[in-house]
């Protein structure tokens, strides 16, 4: 039998979900029908709207898909007055204020706090700057991501962003892929690292040459969710970047009609690979979706991938920093700690894009933030801003690999809070633990549960959300794993720390170095250190310890409708809000 989801999306879904959102805010958040709440806001997502959590009724997190990650002169400043004017609820977050923006590991951007009221004018001034929420949820085609300066690298194989730009306007909004049986997750990248991540896309598109001729090989059944990791699977099949568009869609169609749609857990395309294998899903798409013969794989450039490979590479392999491009301008990678922005920091952001750049700022799946087309002789004044204080082109290695997802600050699935802690973890360690020699780079994701928005499962360190018991309270804790990442040969993060309290995950990373820089072989980078060891070796290295590093939400475990509220009571939530913004009671 089909789910609830599938007759929920068998009743009302795709384009047609606009006009009951509309009407919706029109009459106000009581007018959506209590027993109807669940289907309405399966709906939503397909245009970008997630309900937040218990204790925050009324309030939504709001999506905005920016393919490749590519923002335009003026979306920028568009997306920090949309966060300005209508982000800013009840909750005001102690390190980041009341309102911000957070760019995600898919290259998108998350509002938090928006009324359902306010929707009609947020997607009016998105609609005049070229933005758009649609499916950036939703059992559809999301965000197209990709490498985040694709066209301006220097040294990239093949541009891949008219490819990610064409698969972007062909799709989104397209009947015939509007209802898939779960999201659809796409990355294309034409650069030798390996930065659009595709090994744990459902469809990858990645750097290829057949004959001569550069192009892509297509990999399909990446994904990290759950406790289900897979890494993409070659199909043995090569496309031009003009016939990339066709087999996708052939790709996505038949994804739609062989997807399993009576079990949600299973309906991702990782599991029809597991089911089908390469070959039956070649010879299928082949017989069955697409009227040319296809060209089988080319010679792909998966040996030179160092993107969060955990390797020695002699670079970073992020985008953050100073580089330039092919046109003798140059970008600016900024990195901003766990993705988040302050309203104001965004619009500034715009300021300086415009001031020194072309306007154009991009997004990148490690979170943060580049500003493209800055000519030389502006890049010292751009550089001495203060604004990059904040955000520097140069960080701390710590500062540089944290990543955090949004956490029960906002989500219904998460188990702990993740942003300010990942915040305050970064910063004792870069005050408290001197990184062996030789390492630059090393890589900290914070996931507040198993569902994996934050990529635990390809870091250095893997932090996933749990609950213990210490001195006889609940508290919040944290299972580690080790020796996650991508690169040449992938692989997952060994889970090896079990429930280890959120206070004593500090002395534990510090402690893991310690014992890494002690068991190395000469310049072993972490990574071949880990492989080198058994997991029963590995638990040893961590040693949970307290330290001097204080952790104010250890003891929420989700006991408030807020992390950061004053009183320690569901009851204090001032939701769900009437239709004119004043809160009221939950228990109203």
Sequence with gaps: MPTDVERWKSEVYGNEIREHLFEF???????????????????????????????QESYFMMRIGTPNGVLEPGQVRAVGEIAD????????????????????????????????????????????????????????????????????????????????????????GHEDHTNLPRKWKVSVTGCREGCGQGDINDLAYEPATKDGEKGFNVRVGGGLARNEPRLARGLDVFVTPEQAGEVGGAISALF??????????NARVKFLMDEWGPEKFRRVLQEEYVDWEL?????????????????????????VGVHEQNDGNYYVG??????????????????????????????????????????????????????????SPDPHPFMRGSIACTGTEFCSLSIVETKNRQ???????????????????????????????????????????????????????????????????????????????????PGAIKNLLANFEDARESEETFREFVERLDEEELEALIEPEETDYEDP???????????????????DSPAPAHADGTPIASDD
């Design 85 to 172: 004017e209508y982000a800013r609820g009840p909750g005001v977050n102690p390190e980041f204020g009341a309102a911000y923006a957070d760019f995600t590991t898919r290259q998108s951007i998350q509002l938090h706090w928006i009324r359902i009221e306010d929707i009609p004018a947020i997607f009016e001034k998105l609609d005049e700057h070229g933005l758009s929420t649609q499916q950036a949820c939703g059992d559809s085609w999301r965000n197209i991501v990709g490498c985040p300066v694709a066209g301006k690298d220097k040294h990239e194989h093949v541009d891949a962003l008219p490819v990610a730009l064409d698969l972007h306007e062909t799709y989104k």
């Design 334 to 391: 900024l990195d901003v700690l766990v993705g988040r922005m302050g309203a104001a920091d965004v619009l500034e952001l715009a300021d300086l894009a415009e001031e020194y750049g072309s306007g154009e700022v991009r997004l990148t799946q490690r979170q943060n933030a580049i500003v493209t087309d800055v000519p030389e002789e502006n890049l010292d004044e751009f550089l001495a801003e203060e604004l990059l204080d904040n955000y």
């Design 553 to 571: 939400m250890m003891h929420n475990t989700k006991l408030t409708w807020y992390p950061y509220a004053d009183e320690d009571d569901m009851d």
């Design 25 to 55: 805010a029109e009459n106000g958040w009581e007018s959506i029908p209590e027993d109807e709440r669940d289907a309405w806001f399966e709906r939503f997502k397909w245009w970008g709207l997630y309900h937040q959590r218990n204790g």
């Design 423 to 505: 915040v305050r973890y970064a910063r004792w360690l870069k005050e408290n633990v001197e990184l062996p020699d030789g390492v630059e780079d090393f890589h900290i994701h914070l996931s507040g549960c198993t569902a994996s928005c934050a990529q635990p499962q390809i870091a250095d360190v893997s932090l996933r959300g749990m609950k213990t018991r210490k001195n006889g309270e609940a508290v919040e804790a944290l299972d580690i794993g080790l020796g996650g990442g991508l690169g040449e040969n992938p692989q997952f993060a060994d889970w090896v720390g079990q429930r280890v309290p959120a206070d004593e995950v």
């Design 256 to 265: 739609r009609d062989h997807g399993d749609r009576e079990n949600r857990y």
């Design 295 to 319: 060209q089988t794989a080319g010679e792909d450039l998966r040996e030179e991938y160092s993107y969060n490979s955990g390797h020695a590479n002699g670079g970073h392999s992020d985008h």
